[in-house]
């Protein structure tokens, strides 16, 4: 097998998980698609890396994540900067439908438990591969998702009562 043929695979093994990872961390199709294949860009540039790599997917899914990160970064960047001396816009109103309101859920946390909850439930990788992702202990991801768990309880509570 060559390394064309190996990376094909490793694509569309892993493509569709990777673009839900980048999708619930976004919360746009269109970016998330975009951050996935910026991701197997940077994959294939390293391929030797990545095919060396324990799990090739998991290189991958570090590489997304530090995608969506880095956009998130510049765009509150660039927010900050465009707001000075202006009122904050109203918010976008909230989506409908239980799904729907599981993701805006998810996008309301922090950044950091958002990824965490994102890698661990979305794309069900075990605790220590979420720390190593993320570069954190596994004593951090397992109270980042303890704590995101109870915000989105709460936050899913109060979409119930609201949709009630």
């Known amino acids: ?39 197997f860009v940077v994959a294939y540039g390293r391929r030797h890396r990545v ?9 991958i899914r570090t590489v997304v994540v530090n995608l969506a990160r880095r956009r998130w970064r510049r765009r509150a960047m660039l927010d900050r900067i465009l707001r000075r001396g202006h009122a904050d816009p109203d ?13 805006a859920a998810i996008r ?13 439930y979305l794309a069900d990788l075990p605790v220590d591969e979420v720390a190593s992702i993320l570069d954190v202990p596994v004593g951090t991801v397992k ?8 915000a989105l309880a709460e936050q899913l509570r109060e979409s119930e009562v609201d949709h009630a």
């Open 1 to 39: 097998m060559t390394t064309g043929d190996w990376f094909a695979g490793l694509y569309q093994g892993s493509y569709r998980s990777l673009v839900l990872t980048a999708y619930a961390l976004t919360g746009d199709l269109g970016e998330a698609e975009e951050i996935t294949q910026e991701a």
């Open 143 to 150: 109270s980042r998702l303890s704590r995101a768990r109870a």
């Open 51 to 59: 095919l060396r790599a324990d799990s090739p997917e998991a290189w």
């Open 91 to 103: 918010p976008p109103p909230e989506p409908t439908g239980e799904h729907l309101d599981l993701h």
């Open 108 to 120: 309301a946390l922090g950044r950091e438990h958002q990824a965490a909850v994102v890698l661990h």
